[in-house]
């Protein structure tokens, strides 16, 4: 499996949506999102297919700020760490030897990383359908008004008002969920987890600058 293949689109939706400001959605969402400046949280991710299989598990802890900068450490099964730092996406894996750095636009860009990171109101691409309740949360809906987006659906889930779970589903029916624990919103983050320097001899793939 490649470094990049690793890298889940629902974690950069999750990393994006943080980010961002929604406009126009439910009051309670569009609040929470627009008094956020940071964010710390231990995580857990699940991958499963369309039969509800699950096919990858892992574990770690996050950390973002606006604008532009959040980091994930995995812990488990092998460890990787991901780091935004406002302009670039860093990818390490250790186990590879190697890091991967992007543009963090060209990283979040496209449909509909860049919508979510802010670049355009969500309301725009975006139904916000009611609040649902399920599984002990509280979950908004947003589905894409385009029908040839490559997701079905972006589910935020609530426990009071506790940012507790991202839901992604994809086209084909697999869902990526992540579920925070331990979370601590706008705490003060230290700026210094958002910079990343690749350890010595570490291969390198793109601009570093």
């Known amino acids: 499996m490649s470094l990049l293949s690793r890298l889940p689109a629902g974690l950069l939706l999750a990393c994006a949506l943080l980010l961002?400001?929604?406009?126009?959605?439910?009051?309670?969402?569009?609040?929470?999102?627009h008094d956020l400046q940071s964010l710390q949280a231990g995580f857990t991710q699940r991958v499963s297919d369309a039969q509800g299989r699950t096919v990858q598990e892992s574990a770690g802890s996050m950390a973002m700020q606006k604008p532009g900068r959040f980091r994930w450490d995995y812990t488990a099964p092998s460890p990787q760490t991901i780091v935004a730092d406002g302009q670039r996406l860093w990818v390490h894996?250790?186990?590879?030897d190697q890091v991967t750095v992007r543009p963090l636009d060209a990283a979040l860009g496209g449909t509909p990383l860049a919508l979510l990171s802010?670049?355009?109101?969500?309301?725009?691409?975006?139904?916000?359908?009611p609040v649902q309740n399920r599984g002990g949360l509280s979950w908004y809906?947003?589905?894409?008004?385009?029908d040839g987006s490559d997701f079905k659906a972006l589910r935020v889930g609530f426990r009071g008002d506790t940012l507790a779970a991202l839901e992604l589903e994809d086209?084909?029916?697999?869902?990526?969920?992540?579920?925070?624990?331990?979370?601590?919103?706008?705490?003060?983050?230290?700026?210094?987890?958002?910079?990343?320097?690749?350890p010595p001899g570490?291969?390198?793939?793109?601009?570093?600058?």
């Open 20 to 33: 961002s400001v929604p406009a126009r959605a439910e009051p309670s969402v569009t609040q929470y999102f």
């Open 93 to 96: 894996d250790p186990g590879l």
């Open 118 to 129: 802010g670049a355009a109101p969500i309301e725009d691409v975006f139904k916000v359908g």
């Open 141 to 146: 809906l947003l589905t894409p008004k385009d």
């Open 171 to 198: 086209a084909l029916g697999g869902r990526t969920r992540v579920e925070f624990s331990h979370l601590q919103r706008n705490g003060r983050v230290d700026p210094a987890q958002f910079r990343f320097t690749p």
């Open 202 to 209: 570490t291969d390198v793939i793109g601009d570093a600058g």
